[in-house]
């Protein structure tokens, strides 16, 4: 199965195999069926909560070879799920919503699932400063972080850790301005936010202010 830049960006940067993987928000379980291949040693979960989408996954799931023991899916709002293996490291990958249901999604999943070691590898496609800033504020720390480029669109990935005390920058530490593809999207959010300041009192969002900074460097 050919995935998106994006998706396979999200499979590389697993790294490295979990008891559990979580393939949040599934839609049609692509990713999911990606990391089944590419990480032998996890259990995949497929999350969706559409129960069409669910039951396509998990009829299409029942028809391969694939050992049952490898996969589950579950038709349920993430933010009321309750992780199972307590004591296993879980990591939930949730990609293709806003920054602000993200948000609260991170928040439910942290407060339904306290003192249990969780990674969340996040994606969103909007609100990025406000994600980035929230993260922070719930005491998650930086694992990695990516900028990636999907035919015409720019997604960050970024990878964040219960146990990790390394600070989220707001605009990111993955910049590299060498590279056209970092400086196109640069370009991008700046105009984003003096269009956000021109509608606005004050047009000196901490965004913009940050990321006119990053050219001056």
């Given at each position: 199965?050919?995935l998106?830049?994006?998706?396979?960006?999200?499979?590389?940067?697993?790294?490295?195999?979990?008891?559990h993987?979580?393939?949040?928000?599934?839609d049609?379980?692509?990713?999911?069926?990606?990391?089944?291949e590419?990480?032998?040693?996890?259990?995949?979960?497929?999350v969706?909560?559409?129960?069409?989408?669910?039951?396509?996954?998990?009829?299409?799931?029942?028809?391969?070879?694939?050992?049952?023991?490898?996969?589950?899916?579950?038709?349920?709002d993430?933010?009321t799920?309750?992780?199972?293996d307590?004591?296993?490291?879980?990591?939930?990958?949730?990609?293709?919503?806003?920054?602000?249901?993200?948000?609260?999604?991170?928040?439910?999943?942290?407060?339904?699932?306290?003192?249990?070691?969780?990674?969340?590898?996040?994606?969103?496609?909007?609100?990025?400063?406000?994600?980035?800033?929230?993260?922070?504020?719930?005491?998650?720390?930086?694992?990695?972080?990516?900028?990636?480029?999907?035919?015409?669109?720019?997604?960050?990935?970024?990878?964040?850790?219960?146990?990790?005390?390394r600070?989220?920058?707001?605009?990111?530490?993955?910049?590299?301005?060498?590279?056209?593809?970092?400086?196109?999207?640069?370009?991008?959010?700046?105009?984003?936010?003096?269009?956000?300041?021109?509608?606005?009192?004050?047009?000196?969002?901490?965004?913009l202010?940050?990321?006119?900074?990053?050219?001056?460097?």
């Amino acid at each position: 199965m050919k995935l998106s830049a994006r998706l396979e960006a999200l499979v590389a940067m697993v790294g490295a195999p979990y008891p559990h993987i979580w393939d949040c928000c599934c839609d049609h379980g692509y990713l999911g069926y990606q990391l089944l291949e590419t990480y032998p040693d996890s259990v995949i979960h497929f999350v969706d909560v559409v129960p069409s989408l669910v039951a396509q996954v998990d009829q299409l799931l029942t028809g391969t070879a694939l050992p049952p023991d490898r996969w589950q899916t579950h038709c349920v709002d993430l933010k009321t799920l309750i992780l199972p293996d307590k004591r296993q490291r879980h990591l939930m990958i949730i990609a293709g919503v806003g920054g602000d249901l993200m948000v609260e999604m991170v928040t439910q999943l942290l407060r339904n699932n306290k003192h249990q070691s969780l990674d969340f590898l996040l994606c969103p496609i909007r609100q990025l400063y406000k994600l980035r800033t929230e993260l922070n504020q719930l005491g998650l720390g930086l694992v990695d972080e990516a900028i990636v480029k999907d035919g015409r669109h720019f997604y960050e990935l970024i990878y964040v850790s219960t146990g990790s005390e390394r600070k989220i920058s707001s605009v990111g530490d993955m910049w590299d301005l060498t590279n056209p593809v970092h400086r196109e999207y640069l370009a991008l959010n700046i105009e984003h936010y003096e269009r956000m300041g021109a509608q606005v009192a004050n047009p000196a969002h901490p965004a913009l202010q940050a990321y006119r900074k990053m050219l001056r460097c």
